[in-house]
């Protein structure tokens, strides 16, 4: 490997994200709509917070979508409405950010971990029958780095056992399964609009969507104190509406989210065009029938860490989702699971590594970041 030359300028950087990009290019639409919400001096759960309900509800394919505070906070209320009480054991996958585990510990409930498919990394239908135990109250699937879970056989198995199926669709919003929306395949689907998501906030939010007028009306009532009307509280709940600003936010960016979601899945089209010539590095499946969203362009590598810190002495951004699997995270100890019990997980977290991945992502960044790869591999 040659090192570079010094009369050669080194190349621009290459993030593994660049939200900066994207503010300089919708700046403006975004300040105005921030501007509509102070001048209304209408904070919390207003007219922005219902529009945006609708609006998402609709891209999901739903009646109903609840603004909430956090993609967690759906996650805990959506398991609480379902039924979900302290010592029932949830299935979900290992493979994951820790808000899907510990949304269920949040409600004194188990995480019952099931391996994931190596090669999408979500769940194995095939792997529940056995974990499942007559304890078990709910299953969270996790559409991971923008594609679909196989839902078909999952909601084939939850339906037998009359288990609702919740979709933690964080990273996923807009992709499809079998012509179906995700956030529209199960009894309630997740969102979150964490800043880096696909469509983020400027700070925290996220929503559940479902068809269920029962589910939709419990979460409105769980997210703000348990109150059924003003003053007036049925049950315990939590303080987690969504904000207005982040809402009229969200909704100026919902705007250009087809748009952003074309543009990464061009780029999904341009690595894999140029990777599919450099053997030994496996790019995200996008099976016949799913319509991934790149959330993450993630490929799968021997030699991982080495590549990571090869990339980031060439200036070029990657990101490890996730290091380490569920079940041997510290917070999990006490489960007692150890290493080997969730083999395709564990391989998953030493292998992968997501690229540079945005909409505002060009061409020429991509070689580079191809040709890196390229290079590391021939060292
Ligand atoms: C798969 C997954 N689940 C849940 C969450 C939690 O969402 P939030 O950060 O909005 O609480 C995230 C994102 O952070 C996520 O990626």
Known sequence: MSSPSHSNPLPEPVPQLDLAAQYAAIGGEIRTAVERVLASQQFVLG???????????????VTHGIGLASGTDALILALRACGVQPGDEVLVPPFTFVATGSAVSALGAKPIFSDIRPDTYNLDPSELERRVTPSTRAIVVVHLYGLAADMDPILAFAKARHLPVIEDNAQAIGASYKGRR????ADAACLS????????AYGDAGMVVTNSPELAASIRILRNHGQSEKYRSTEPGWNSRLDEIQAAILRVKLRHLSNWQRARQSHAAEYKRLLSQI?????????????????????RIEYRDALQKFLSERKIGSTIYYPYPLHLQPLYASLGHKPGDFPHSERAAQEVLSLPMYPE??????ARVVDAVAEFLKC
């Not at 609009?193 to 469509?199: A, C, E, R, S, V």
């Not at 992502?361 to 991509?366: D, F, K, P, S």
């Open 47 to 61: 007219r922005e917070g219902a529009a945006l309900e609708e609006e998402i509800a609709k891209l999901c394919g």
């Open 182 to 185: 995700t956030g529209s395949l």
């Open 193 to 200: 609009f964490y800043p880096t998501k696909n469509l983020g």
């Open 279 to 299: 053997p030994g590095v496996m790019p995200p499946l996008a099976p016949e029938g799913y319509e991934h969203v790149y959330h993450q362009y993630t490929i």
């Open 361 to 366: 992502l060009h061409n020429e960044q991509i």
